[in-house]
């Protein structure tokens, strides 16, 4: 699949680009999200344009570890190479910042590549993004509990 398309116009459309920060613990590093991360990019859900590891030792001390080292994280290995030039060190700085001391974390930035067909069809159509925001899955979550908590009270106060 590939990551652009082609408005009527001519110009080539891409999908939105995000950027996380995940956070592990040190002590908690299985693989397993490296492996779901390579699952979306080779299925062409995403397109990777970065990803940064960045270790912050209990000190507060930061480094950014090499992924093609496979004794320096596990999994990120398969990563190595991405680099699109759009992090800089000023986002080193600022991920760090929000970690916590003895923590691991993975900065990616990535493409939206399953939304390209949508995207050029609404430009060729003249339409065109004004507003876009990001819920956080965290609260997403904590919102259907609350919803699926009152429809049990409502339920259970009915009968």
């Given at each position: ?58 000190d507060g001390g930061v480094a950014v570890l090499e992924l093609g080292d496979p004794t320096g994280v596990d999994g990120f290995a398969y990563f190595s190479g991405a680099r699109s030039g759009l992090l800089g ?71």
């Amino acid at each position: 699949m590939t990551s652009t398309a082609t408005t009527t116009t001519g110009s080539e459309v891409h999908g939105p680009v995000d950027f996380v920060l995940l956070e592990f613990p040190r002590d908690r590093l299985t693989g397993e999200a490296s492996k779901a991360l390579a699952d979306l990019v080779e299925s062409g859900v995403i397109r990777l344009y970065d990803l940064l590891v960045i270790s912050k030792d209990e000190d507060g001390g930061v480094a950014v570890l090499e992924l093609g080292d496979p004794t320096g994280v596990d999994g990120f290995a398969y990563f190595s190479g991405a680099r699109s030039g759009l992090l800089g060190d000023d986002d080193v700085d600022e991920a760090a910042s929000a970690m916590q001391p003895g923590t691991v974390a993975a900065l990616i930035v990535y493409e939206n590549s399953w939304a390209i067909p949508f995207v050029a069809a609404a430009r060729g159509s003249g339409g065109e993004l004004i507003a876009s925001a990001r819920i956080p899955a965290p609260v997403v979550m904590e919102a259907i509990e609350a919803l699926e908590a009152l429809d049990t009270s409502q339920t259970s106060e009915s009968a």
